[in-house]
């Protein structure tokens, strides 16, 4: 039965956090960082994916990197799904529901080049950077600065992410 107005859910009712934000803030920002939280997961994954089938020369510096990756992208997870929370929202619960709202790729290969993985996640990076922005967007639109401040600092880092694989990606004939 769909929800009518002035009506509540039960995880509304037993989950619901007091904010000032309204309801409509709740619903579209929740929504956005429940969105961002699926990309951050699978972007983990893929990170971690890649560090555990790192091979070749550089061996050892790209595991190492993958790997502190893979640790800032995963301490994002909670804060993402606990900001939600706190402006009355709730977040993900299941790696299907993961599943069905990443706008990340897997990749299920069982080979990927050293060189491929980086570019790969590079561009994965800077696709959850525009992702974030949009819904740092969003957040300003209901004048949640908290939220948008948060995105703001994970923009940054993500954006040192990006750049970092760039750099170890690019060219040789280029450095």
Known sequence: MANQPGTTTVAQRFLGTPTDLGAEATRDISAGLAGLLADVFALYLKTKNFHWHMSGPNFRDYHLLLDEQGDQIFAMTDAIAERARKIGGTTIRSISD????????????????????????????????????????????????ATASLIEVWIDETERRSWFLYESCRPTALR
């Open 98 to 145: 993961i599943a069905g709202r990443q706008r990340i790729l897997d990749n299920n290969a069982a080979y990927v080049d050293p060189q491929d993985m980086l570019a790969e996640l590079q561009g994965d990076n800077k696709q959850l950077v525009a992702e974030m922005r949009r819904v740092h967007e969003l957040c300003d639109e209901y004048a949640d600065v």
